[in-house]
């Protein structure tokens, strides 16, 4: 007699995905890919530029601590990602600190005009990622960074285009080392309670830079309280850099709960 099994479809658009392993949803039509995940034809605009350090510790949620005052403003061109296309992004990060635990990159903005970007960041790495329109374009022999919300330029960033070979081994020793990348997730339930409430980190896989400039940089800021990168007030440029790269992005790690319950203390 044949069998009447009928074998599950495939988690594909056009297809209902299993409730049980869903990753994203709709089950139908996912929005954001599992890891790992593959961006190529990366463009990236790095501006540096020390800020205050009352600002800088205004923005860090506790128990992260401040490393200096210097900000790092990542422009990218997202040409090609595995799912989500072709995109902008703007990460801006502070050097910070888990005390014992972790140091690298809080993001206290981020921005992108892509849905599935939007919501991969925020449902899993808990990015406090925004809609904007960044981008990275040549103009003549000017490189120019532009972040734009609200119909305002948030930020302009520019600096000469490819003079001088630089390495981002010395932005790092410059500013701090932004490859491990630090969020506060934060998810309520349904009932208003909270469900997660976390400082997280990722760190990108298989980074692979086909080249990189790096020049003085001219960065701009104009206030939009949708977007605030003027609490963020430039002091004191510092160096840019133009890259191409290319990298995967896989899972992170839950560095601190903020829900855990407390350690139990035995008397003695």
């Given amino acids: 007699m044949p069998s009447t099994h009928i074998p599950p479809l495939p988690a594909l658009p056009g297809y209902l995905a299993d409730p049980l392993h869903a990753w ?9 890919p599992p890891f790992p995940f593959t961006f ?35 422009l990218y061109n997202m040409g090609d990602v595995e799912w989500l296309g072709r995109y902008g992004e703007c990460n801006v990060m502070l ?8 140091q690298g990159g809080f993001s206290p903005f981020l921005f992108l005009n892509s849905d599935g970007g939007l919501a991969q960041g925020r449902e899993v790495h808990g990015q406090p990622k925004k809609w904007a329109n960044p981008r990275v374009e040549t103009r003549s ?52 309670r909270d469900a997660i409430r976390q400082i997280t980190s990722r760190q990108l896989a298989k980074v692979q830079v086909h080249e990189c400039w790096a020049d003085p940089c001219s960065v701009e800021l104009r206030p939009n309280m949708q977007a605030p ?3 963020l007030p ?9 890259w191409r790269a290319e990298f995967s992005l896989e899972p992170g790690r839950v560095l601190h709960d903020y829900l855990a319950p407390a350690p139990a203390f035995k008397n003695t």
């Fill in 234 to 242: 430039v002091v004191e440029t510092g160096p840019g850099y133009f």
């Fill in 229 to 231: 990168l003027h609490l």
């Fill in 95 to 102: 050097g910070a600190a888990l005390p014992g635990r972790a």
């Fill in 141 to 192: 022999d000017l490189v120019v960074g532009v972040l734009e919300r609200n119909g305002i330029d948030v930020l302009t960033g520019t600096m000469v285009y490819k003079h001088h070979r630089g390495d981002l081994a010395d932005l790092k020793r410059t500013t701090f080392d932004f490859a491990l990348n630090l969020n506060y997730k934060v998810v309520p339930d349904i009932d208003g």
């Fill in 24 to 32: 994203s949803t709709p089950l139908a039509a996912p929005l954001s």
């Fill in 40 to 74: 190529r034809d990366v463009t990236v605009l790095t501006l540096a530029y020390r800020t205050t350090p009352d600002a800088v510790r205004r923005l860090l949620p506790a128990p992260l601590v401040p490393i200096n005052d210097w900000v790092l403003v990542h």
